[in-house]
């Protein structure tokens, strides 16, 4: 499982570099967050099948 800084700000991947990474690093799953910090994009813009997206305050068993 690997955990991906999307939001295309300062040092963190934008969702394209985020895609590319996840199958180069080869993890199963994927939790991308820091999206929606400093813009109105949400988790769902990660366009993989595998990806985990969490809530907040809400237990999620992975």
Do not use: S, W
Not at 35 to 40: K, L, S
Not at 45 to 50: G, R, S, T
Request: aromatic residues 12%.
């Amino acid at each position: 499982m690997v955990f991906l800084p999307i939001n295309g700000v300062g040092n963190n991947m934008n969702e394209i570099d985020a895609v590319r990474f996840f199958h180069a690093c080869g993890a199963r799953k994927a939790v991308p967050y820091h999206v929606g910090m400093f813009d109105e994009k949400t988790p769902y813009i990660f366009d993989d099948e595998n990806k985990i997206i969490l809530e907040i305050y809400k237990e999620r068993e992975i």
